[in-house]
């Protein structure tokens, strides 16, 4: 078994083969859990199809806040350069899906929001705050 593992990383296989290799592995997920941590350290976690578009996403954690019109940006840090997740595409772009930005099987994604004079950040809704649980860590 360890000699065959050693074998294949020494065989030189296109970055082609690769992606389509590893496209297939995610096709087999039917849903994606996806947090999002806030500036206040809650965490709030959800469960989405891959194939759902991103806007979703921020359709989700706008119906969670208890300012649902602050405009926030949500931040997939696993990047070396931190990069924000599109909530509705470019004109003339197809949506982009939770699998095209490599949020399959799960992601922790951070929150930022964008506070104006008139809006900030308060929180997540106190009914959501109501029936939160604390992350164990064992």
Do not use: H
């Given at each position: 078994?360890?000699?065959?593992?050693?074998?294949?990383s020494?065989?030189?296989?296109p970055k082609?083969?690769?992606?389509k290799?590893?496209?297939?592995?995610?096709r087999r997920?039917r849903?994606?859990i996806?947090?999002?941590?806030?500036?206040?350290g809650v965490v709030?976690?959800g469960?989405?199809?891959p194939?759902e578009?991103?806007?979703?996403l921020?359709?989700?954690v706008s119906s969670a806040?208890?300012?649902p019109?602050?405009?926030?940006?949500?931040?997939?840090p696993?990047?070396?350069k931190?990069?924000?997740?599109?909530?509705?595409?470019?004109?003339g772009?197809?949506?982009?899906?939770l699998?095209?930005e490599?949020?399959?099987?799960?992601a922790?994604i951070?929150?930022?929001?964008?506070?104006?004079?008139?809006?900030v950040f308060?929180g997540l809704?106190n009914?959501l705050?109501e029936i939160?649980?604390p992350?164990?860590?064992?």
């Open positions: 078994m360890r000699k065959k593992k050693i074998g294949e020494q065989i030189l296989i082609y083969y690769k992606e290799q590893a496209k297939a592995a995610r997920y849903r994606t996806i947090r999002i941590q806030f500036p206040d709030l976690q469960v989405f199809a194939w578009p991103t806007s979703a921020y359709e989700f806040l208890k300012e019109c602050l405009e926030f940006e949500l931040l997939n696993v990047l070396v931190r990069r924000v997740i599109p909530s509705f595409p470019a004109t772009e197809n949506a982009r899906t699998e095209e490599d949020l399959v099987p799960s922790l951070k929150f930022k929001p964008i506070e104006t004079d008139y809006v308060t809704s009914e705050l939160s649980e992350l164990v860590t064992d």
